[in-house]
């Protein structure tokens, strides 16, 4: 009883939107209500011929059709297949008229998908795209969207309808009087493969991105990146890769690239994949990759901080100097902006180290590390990307260590892992006039060493721990430097 009031409950919504077709004095409701009786006896023999002869009796030509839409989708749902009916409504919608052709042609399409006695047949899909010439762009998707998505439809059956549609569009032929493109259409088709069929998205798309224009390439972005984000690892690089070879810079680029690129430039310290990435995509495709940069509609510091990080600048393009400068400027502002162009330049910055010792150490007697901290955690991690480890380096990073601002300590003990055992001589001359909280985290540090293990077990052998924070620190640290 559910389930036939249900039916009565959908073609009730269906038909109580609808106005009539006064001419035809065509009473909808008791039209329904026959092809509900006939639907409640559908184990009776004669149920199909019932059916097929209750549906001949009805035209495709006006609002009372719908019910014949409700039966289609209530078939499928219930997975009927009335002998001769599925023959006998494809039939149906090559012969209805352009106003119905392609919503009818919709549903018989969906029904033929759920059947599991055969796939669709070449004649069925003639009257499919015969319907889709006089259709929406939307129901040109719906219908690349049940092929894609069809277990009955292997990889070659729909390289082989695709084509088809293809043709279509190419020939202006393609959901008339819209009229989808080449480009659009393969467009279409690459976003619903990505649902459906991830795996088959990048050889598709090196199948067919020649047919894409810019606007098309350009519109699939967003799918390429999810692509990307799902498949990081060679496969997934050199599609990446493919993508943005095929970029025209010259007429836009979607903003989302600009913001993958942004993101590996996050995330490269974090991760060593995303380091390949940055190494692969600049160096095989600079010039593409910093039109890419230049050409998005976002904050253009954003845009100069990758170009740096990436070492795509042009000589004298960005004076490292000015930067350094910047770091004595009144304006604390333009102090941290500076910073952050001195991080962007990476190894580079070396060539300034002397600045960024002198600003740090002017700092150590600022009485305002409040406004300033962030500009110390950044000039740290300059020092860390230089690899500088001479007395001066070490003389501010010991300092930095016993701040009371967690991320000034901890990027203080960053650079001092990076160090390594290089900075043995100075805990061994010096670390009796540590603070105790510089001592604790010394000892972290020589925990962290990858050579040297045996110097550094030596020394904090030696040492006499002056509460049970330093006698645990030191323990972990031996515990750490055996474990090879």
Not at 286 to 293: E, L, M, S
Not at 299 to 310: A, P, V
Not at 329 to 354: C, M, N, T, W
């Amino acid at each position: 009883m559910y389930y036939f009031s249900s039916i009565l409950l959908v073609l009730a919504i269906l038909t109580s939107s609808n106005t009539y077709a006064t001419d035809l004095e065509v009473d909808c409701k008791s039209v329904e209500d026959a092809a509900l009786s006939i639907l409640a006896n559908h184990n009776d023999d004669t149920f199909a011929y019932d059916l097929i002869e209750y549906s001949k009796s009805y035209p495709v030509d006006n609002d009372c059709y719908r019910w014949q839409l409700v039966i289609l989708n209530d078939l499928r749902k219930s997975s009927l297949e009335p002998l001769g009916y599925r023959e006998y409504i494809f039939d149906r919608v090559d012969s209805a008229g352009d106003d119905f052709k392609a919503e009818l042609m919709l549903h018989v399409f969906r029904y033929s998908l759920a059947s599991t006695s055969t796939e669709l047949s070449e004649k069925e899909w003639l009257t499919v795209k015969n319907s889709l010439r006089v259709s929406s762009e939307m129901t040109v998707l719906s219908v690349m969207l049940g092929l894609v998505a069809s277990a009955a439809e292997d990889d070659v059956e729909l390289q082989k309808k695709m084509a088809d549609l293809f043709a279509m569009a190419k020939g202006g032929k393609l959901a008339e009087p819209e009229l989808i493109t080449l480009s659009r259409a393969v467009e279409l088709f690459l976003t619903v493969t990505i649902e459906h069929r991830p795996d088959l998205f990048a050889s598709y798309y090196n199948k067919y991105f020649y047919l894409l224009d810019d606007s098309g390439m350009n519109n699939i972005t967003s799918e390429v990146i999810g692509f990307f984000d799902q498949n990081q690892n060679d496969i997934g690089l050199t599609f990446i890769q493919t993508f943005i070879n095929n970029i025209s810079e010259e007429k836009g680029v979607d903003k989302n690239m600009f913001s993958l690129l942004y993101k590996i430039h996050k995330e490269k310290e974090f991760s060593e994949f995303y380091d390949h990435v940055v190494t692969v995509l600049v160096g095989k495709s600079p010039d593409k990759v910093r039109a890419i940069i230049l050409n998005a509609n976002l904050n253009r510091m954003k845009k100069d901080l990758l170009i740096l990080e990436y070492q795509l600048d042009k000589p004298g393009e960005y004076p490292i100097e000015k930067y350094a400068n910047q770091l004595f400027d009144d304006q604390i502002r333009k102090q941290k902006k500076a910073a952050e162009y001195l991080l962007a330049f990476g190894p580079r910055s070396v060539a300034i180290k002397q600045d960024v010792i002198t600003k740090l150490t002017v700092m150590k007697t600022s009485n305002d590390k409040i406004s300033s901290s962030d500009l110390i955690v950044s000039l740290l991690k300059v020092l860390e990307n230089i690899a500088a480890q001479d007395q001066q380096t070490l003389d501010v990073l010991l300092w930095a260590l016993a701040d009371s601002d967690p991320k000034i300590s901890q990027q203080a003990k960053a650079g001092l892992e990076a160090i390594g055992i290089a900075a043995m001589s100075e805990y061994s001359r010096n670390f009796k006039t540590y603070p105790v909280k510089v001592q604790a985290l010394v000892i972290e540090v020589m925990g962290s060493f990858d050579s040297g293990k045996v110097t550094a077990i030596k020394f904090l052998s030696r040492v006499k721990p002056r509460n049970d924070k330093m006698k645990f620190a030191i323990d972990d640290a031996v515990a750490e430097l055996n474990a090879f």
